[in-house]
């Protein structure tokens, strides 16, 4: 399994950045994805997550309204699109993937089984 992030970058505050997360090695329709962020001095955070199916879309309460998650399944990838960004936003980010039964997706970071490598966002005030 080879998960692979990238989009992150240096953004100021309220601007936006997209990242991606291109999975192979699996079949990527039966997998949840998880967006994790991991800031210095702080615990790992789930960000965001979506069931294989997409009808199960979770935000954390810090990104609601502002991050949306998407996926496509032809292209293996699943997206973070994050608006209006914070400086509080500025982190790690890692996607992360496992298959949980009744399509269901979680924003604890710990049940997923597979992870890629991070995506640094910066974003400064």
């Known amino acids: 399994v080879q998960l692979q992030a990238s989009g992150g970058g240096l953004v100021q505050a309220g601007g936006s950045l997209r990242l991606s997360c291109v999975a192979s090695?699996?079949?990527?329709?039966?997998?949840?994805i998880g967006w994790i962020r991991e800031a210095p001095g702080k615990e790992r955070e789930g960000v965001s997550c979506i069931s294989s199916s997409s009808k199960r879309i979770f935000y954390a309460d810090a990104v609601k309204g502002r991050f949306t998650i998407s996926r496509d399944n032809a292209q293996n990838t699943v997206y973070l699109q994050m608006n209006s960004l914070k400086p509080e936003d500025t982190a790690v980010y890692y996607c992360a993937a496992d298959v949980f039964p009744g399509d269901k997706a979680h924003l604890d970071p710990y049940q997923y089984a597979y992870w890629g490598q991070g995506t640094q966002v910066t974003v400064s005030s």
């Open positions: 090695g699996i079949t990527f329709s039966n997998y949840a």
